[in-house]
């Protein structure tokens, strides 16, 4: 995460609707117009659900995007939202951070980088 801001803003984008069948090579070659993406992560089929013979979806369906930075994940909402992937609109929206948590990883990361410069 290179550019965090006051605003509790990070690059991180919540993709839903997607295919089931959709996976991680082709979230990257739809996002990675819009910048260098730091991961991909895919929703997962709930693990109880084999028990009870039926398939009950935990998160399937849905992803992650992590950008490197904010603007990227601004122009990935901007222009996917809507965008029709395998007979299915997606559902583009930014990831929100609620304050405390957003003060509490600041923080880790300005500890971090002051101990790095520490051991240099």
Do not use: W
């Amino acid at each position: 995460m290179n550019q965090l801001t006051p605003q509790n803003q990070f690059p991180i984008l919540t993709v839903r609707n997607l295919p089931y069948d959709t996976n991680a090579e082709q979230l990257y070659t739809i996002f990675k117009q819009f910048g260098n993406i730091n991961q991909i992560r895919l929703g997962t089929v709930n693990p109880n659900s084999s028990s009870t013979g039926t398939e009950v979806p935990a998160t399937k369906g849905q992803a992650i995007v992590v950008y490197n930075n904010y603007s990227s994940c601004l122009k990935a909402v901007e222009k996917l939202r809507g965008f029709n992937l395998g007979g299915r609109y997606i559902v583009c929206s930014l990831f929100q951070v609620n304050k405390e948590d957003a003060d509490l990883i600041r923080s880790k990361i300005s500890i971090k980088n002051a101990e790095e410069v520490v051991n240099l």
